[in-house]
């Protein structure tokens, strides 16, 4: 009986050992965000600041997606995503850009999305697995412009924290491989760049912190700050916040 105990042990702790870990708690609180909160993104090296609105809502069959919408530090709308958040993560669905031409016409234009993975909840540390995310887009008004984003996303090994109003969350580490491509359809010409990129994720937070390697060029971005919606159109109301 002992032996039977000591094998019956020892084959749960093999099973447990062999499955993937889950790193949902990490990602952005999605329960939380159906009340719209900003996060504010400053750069350490050059002190600029990006914000993300973020929001949760549901369609009419019950189904959650998380709603991203990218303002610079003008207040000027750039980015909007929405994403779908399944069971085994987070795939984005829609993905557009915004742009204001020298006459003040705002442009809008969607990306094509070939490989939708952004956040898995139970990532594999298998050697060689990826999870991709593939986008292909132009931006109007210069639509000759052609571009390819691709992001490889692993789990890294790493266990960071993240320090956030006096206290040491828990963190996962992403590690992305990032590969973009750029093609004049009427000029000709076609560019390739290849970088590394570490996204941070903090338990009950979500992405606090984006490091950017490419060509040699570095970014540091973390989480400042977290405002609610009003408190952030506050900041522009001498201004006119694009919607």
């Known amino acids: 009986?002992?032996?039977?105990?000591?094998?019956?042990?020892?084959?749960?702790?093999?099973?447990?050992?062999?499955?993937?870990?889950?790193?949902?708690?990490?990602?952005?609180?999605?329960?939380?965000?159906?009340?719209p909160l900003v996060y504010e993104y400053v750069d350490d090296s050059t002190g600029q600041t990006d914000y993300w609105l973020y929001n949760t809502v549901y369609d009419q069959a019950g189904n959650q997606f998380l709603l991203g919408t990218n303002y610079n530090q003008k207040g000027e709308q750039q980015q909007f995503f929405r994403s779908q958040i399944l069971a085994d993560g987070a795939i984005l669905k829609d993905y557009r850009f915004f742009q204001t031409d020298s006459s003040g016409k705002s442009h809008s234009s969607s990306a094509k999305i070939k490989e939708p993975v952004l956040y898995p909840f139970k990532p594999t540390q298998a050697e060689g697995q990826v999870y991709r995310y593939w986008v292909n887009f132009s931006i109007a008004p210069d639509t000759a412009l052609v571009y390819d984003i691709v992001r490889n996303r692993s789990l890294s090994k790493e266990q960071p924290t993240f320090s956030w109003e006096g206290q040491e969350l828990a963190a996962i580490q992403l590690d992305v491989e990032e590969f973009s491509e750029t093609h004049d359809s009427i000029n000709g010409g076609h560019w390739k760049m290849q970088g590394q990129r570490q996204e941070i994720y903090a338990e009950g937070l979500g992405l606090v912190y984006i490091k950017n390697i490419s060509d040699g060029a570095r970014q540091h971005s973390r989480l400042k700050r977290r405002l609610r919606k009003e408190e952030f159109e506050a900041l522009f109301k001498d201004q006119n916040l694009k919607h």
């Open 1 to 35: 009986m002992k032996t039977l105990f000591s094998a019956l042990v020892l084959s749960l702790f093999l099973f447990s050992a062999c499955q993937p870990p889950n790193i949902k708690a990490y990602y952005f609180p999605i329960k939380a965000l159906e009340e």
